[in-house]
């Protein structure tokens, strides 16, 4: 199972992609997914994050399939 | 009528935007001209960077749109975003809020612009003489976390 994570601004910076792939053998929740990306980029937690599954804000507890999107960005600045 | 949702690289044109929908029921649009600051507490910024998750901030923005209908008595909404580039007084976001009478779109206005700021997924970052920053939203404006 693939899944996509994507990172915009800050997070971008951190991470140096704006997108990553990652392959897991048996199903996971989203804030597993969420959790080995801040594990693996730990300075990512030096800001304030909020997490996305399939463009909707995440709840941590999405059962994740193949192909799903998730992101990790910072606290919105819009306006 | 169907809301005006829109991001865009293309310079906003406040007026036009404001009015490209007229509802014939409506007696007052409110509109927010958004724009770029040159002192923020003292710092000079020279220009902005907007980033968005564009298909995530759309949906976002219908979300807050719906709701505003859902609580305000209005008729129309436009919410239109620039991103990219923006030098010091271009406009960054338009909200313009048609209701029968001004009070709901002046409420609805403050309320739209205050949750575009707290859920639609964009960004700025501040470019100074000396550097650069991604800005970040409030910690207590978090509207989810893991």
Redesign the interface.
Known sequence: MKVNVLFFGVTADVVGKRQIELSFERPVKSGDVFRQITDRFPTLNDHRLLFAFNQEYSTGNEIVSDGDELAVFSAVSGG | MKDILQLTTDPLDIGEIARRVVPPECGATVTLD?YVRQFTKGRETLYLI????E???L?EMKKVAVAAHDQFEISHVSIV?RLGRLEIGET??VIAVAAPHRKAAFTACEWL?RE??????????EVYADGDE??????S??????
């Open positions: 958004g907007y980033e968005a998750y298909p995530m901030a949906k975003h960054s976001v612009i575009l700021k707290r859920t639609v997924p964009i960004w700025k970052k991604w800005i970040e939203g409030e910690v404006a978090r509207p989810s976390q893991v």
